[in-house]
């Protein structure tokens, strides 16, 4: 019996390296075609590599002057390389947000091979904002456990002492109104009660870890919220299958994501009257990514994303802490447990706002 040959290696692919990279890096042709496109452009973009690759990255420049000029230029070889600033969209839609990069278009030895990197002027900004608020939220959170355990105890003494003094009442002309005083006392202090339980909720429960799939959460979540607003609001999917299954928390994952499109649906109500309203759901594969200082090699990205009105510009830098709200009537509580939740998975919450467009980012380690 002869042994089987085993079979050659595989060649690595030749730009495969440029997946090392933080930065956005293409191997494009003269006229902008996509050969290759690196996991940073990839998650820029919002799209499979496949979808960027094969597509002109011309598409995504709102002004394609500059970068059609130094295609040409370093193709023919007049320059070797060409350095420019300009704006690149982050996703397909014209009416996607812009990003300001500086552009280095270079030679590689073949003529018809032109290699596009994009360096985002706003990637260091964006970091320390992301280190920042996850410091934040670490200190917020510990003085907010601690602060819930401080009002608890002397809640429970005024809830006993206004039910004892109800006992105590005697049957006069003033009884009714005095009964109603204490009933008062009674009712305010379980609403306190509540509103700590909420605060302490994610720190008391365990958490039940399993295989968890980010789109049986997310159509889970769209279920739900779909039966709450039958008309006028559509819940679009867009999601990457690739994904694989993670190990996490369900339930907990699921309140996560709720209390994010609950918010998102609560700030559309005009856009619902008018019928126009729309939350997107989109799932994507991160690679190379760092959360709170680590660095993870795969990550999945869940962007919830609404037309509504945006966050108020004077609480953009304070929508997870807990208290606070864009909304009359809103606990401000709903951001502040998606986050704690998030951040028991290794993840973290982002959010990008402006008028017409809000896009909160979940980001989660995948093994």
Same mark, same amino acid.
């Given at each position: 019996?002869?042994?089987?040959?085993?079979?050659?290696?595989?060649?690595?692919?030749?730009?495969?390296?440029?997946?090392?990279?933080?930065?956005?890096?293409?191997?494009?042709?003269?006229?902008?075609?996509?050969?290759?496109?690196?996991?940073?452009?990839?998650?820029?973009?919002?799209?499979?590599?496949?979808?960027?690759?094969?597509?002109?990255?011309?598409?995504?420049?709102?002004?394609?002057?500059?970068?059609?000029?130094?295609?040409?230029?370093?193709?023919?070889?007049?320059?070797?390389?060409?350095?420019?600033?300009?704006?690149?969209?982050?996703?397909?839609?014209?009416?996607?947000?812009?990003?300001?990069?500086?552009?280095?278009?270079?030679?590689?030895?073949?003529?018809?091979?032109?290699?596009?990197?994009?360096?985002?002027?706003?990637?260091?900004?964006?970091?320390?904002?992301?280190?920042?608020?996850?410091?934040?939220?670490?200190?917020?959170?510990?003085?907010?456990?601690?602060?819930?355990?401080?009002?608890?105890?002397?809640?429970?003494? @005024?809830?006993?002492?206004?039910?004892? +003094? =109800? *006992? !105590? /009442?005697?049957?006069?002309?003033?009884?009714?109104?005095?009964? $109603?005083?204490?009933?008062?006392?009674?009712?305010?202090?379980?609403?306190?009660?509540?509103?700590?339980?909420?605060?302490?909720?994610?720190?008391?429960?365990?958490?039940?870890?399993?295989?968890?799939?980010?789109?049986?959460?997310?159509?889970?979540?769209?279920?739900?919220?779909?039966?709450?607003?039958?008309?006028?609001?559509?819940?679009?999917?867009?999601?990457?299958?690739?994904?694989?299954?993670?190990?996490?928390?369900?339930?907990?994952?699921?309140?996560?994501?709720?209390?994010?499109?609950?918010?998102?649906?609560?700030?559309?109500?005009?856009?619902?009257?008018?019928?126009?309203?729309?939350?997107?759901?989109?799932?994507?594969?991160?690679?190379?990514?760092? @959360?709170?200082?680590?660095?993870?090699? +795969? =990550? *999945? !990205? /869940?962007?919830?994303?609404?037309?509504?009105?945006?966050?108020? $510009?004077?609480?953009?830098?304070?929508?997870?802490?807990?208290?606070?709200?864009?909304?009359?009537?809103?606990?401000?509580?709903?951001?502040?447990?998606?986050?704690?939740?998030?951040?028991?998975?290794?993840?973290?919450?982002?959010?990008?706002?402006?008028?017409?467009?809000?896009?909160?980012?979940?980001?989660?380690?995948?093994?």
């Amino acid at each position: 019996m002869t042994a089987k040959t085993p079979a050659p290696a595989q060649a690595p692919h030749p730009y495969q390296a440029f997946d090392l990279l933080a930065t956005l890096v293409a191997v494009v042709q003269p006229d902008g075609t996509c050969e290759f496109a690196n996991t940073a452009v990839e998650t820029l973009f919002n799209l499979p590599r496949r979808a960027v690759q094969g597509s002109n990255l011309l598409e995504w420049f709102p002004d394609t002057g500059r970068l059609v000029e130094a295609l040409e230029g370093v193709s023919r070889n007049d320059f070797s390389s060409s350095r420019f600033d300009a704006q690149i969209r982050r996703g397909p839609r014209a009416h996607d947000d812009v990003l300001p990069v500086h552009v280095i278009v270079s030679q590689t030895d073949d003529p018809q091979r032109l290699v596009i990197e994009l360096i985002e002027n706003a990637q260091q900004s964006r970091q320390d904002r992301e280190e920042r608020t996850l410091d934040q939220v670490r200190s917020t959170k510990e003085l907010t456990r601690n602060l819930a355990h401080e009002i608890k105890n002397p809640l429970g003494g @005024i809830r006993g002492a206004a039910q004892l +003094l =109800a *006992l !105590e /009442l005697q049957p006069t002309e003033l009884w009714m109104e005095l009964e $109603e005083y204490t009933e008062v006392i009674i009712h305010e202090a379980d609403r306190l009660q509540s509103l700590v339980d909420r605060l302490l909720a994610p720190h008391r429960r365990a958490q039940v870890v399993g295989d968890v799939n980010i789109h049986e959460i997310c159509e889970r979540v769209r279920t739900l919220v779909q039966a709450q607003y039958p008309r006028g609001l559509k819940l679009q999917r867009d999601y990457d299958i690739s994904l694989p299954d993670f190990r996490g928390d369900r339930e907990q994952l699921i309140q996560a994501v709720l209390n994010i499109v609950q918010n998102a649906a609560q700030v559309l109500h005009e856009r619902i009257a008018a019928g126009d309203a729309v939350i997107y759901l989109r799932t994507r594969v991160a690679r190379q990514v760092t @959360i709170g200082k680590q660095r993870w090699r +795969l =990550a *999945l !990205e /869940l962007h919830i994303e609404d037309n509504g009105p945006g966050v108020p $510009e004077e609480i953009k830098d304070r929508i997870f802490f807990p208290l606070v709200s864009g909304r009359d009537g809103g606990s401000g509580l709903g951001l502040t447990l998606a986050q704690t939740i998030a951040q028991q998975h290794q993840g973290m919450i982002d959010c990008d706002s402006q008028p017409g467009r809000t896009d909160f980012r979940i980001t989660l380690p995948l093994p």
